[in-house]
Nanobody
Framework: QVQLVESGGGSVQSGGSLRLSCAAS?????MGWFRQAPGKGREGVAV???????RYADSVKGRFTISQDNAQNTLYLEMNSLKPEDTAMYYC??????????????????RGQGTQVTVSS
């Protein structure tokens, strides 16, 4: 089992920045973030593979950066130039399977409780 605990959400004005953190217990191979806004479906935001490669949703490319500190077993999501449409609950995900490199964050087995991000105009 992998436990994931997110932190760092909050309220900011449009154009502002936030950094989300996700502390993981146990071994993980791939990790990522997805978000879900009220009344909308889940959207994969970013993923980092076992080899350290990253992929982003088109909606956040150039504004968000996913990274991880392997020594601390912590995942980060640096979010800049935030827009009101970024408002959502953000969830950290993880997977241990060797095949996770070819899959997106929405397919990961483990998920945290989420942290709320609210961007006002």
């Amino acid at each position: 089992q992998v436990q994931l605990v997110e932190s760092g959400g909050g309220s900011v004005q449009s154009g502002g920045s936030l950094r989300l953190s996700c502390a993981a217990s146990g071994y993980t191979s791939c990790m990522g973030w997805f978000r879900q806004a009220p009344g909308k479906g889940r959207e994969g935001v970013a993923v980092i593979t076992s080899r350290g490669s990253t992929r982003y949703a088109d909606s956040v490319k150039g504004r968000f950066t996913i990274s991880q500190d392997n020594a601390q077993n912590t995942l980060y999501l640096e979010m800049n130039s935030l827009k009101p449409e970024d408002t959502a609950m953000y969830y950290c995900t993880a997977d241990r399977a060797p095949t996770c490199d070819s899959r997106g964050t929405l397919s990961h087995v483990y998920r945290g409780q989420g942290t709320q991000v609210t961007v006002s105009s």
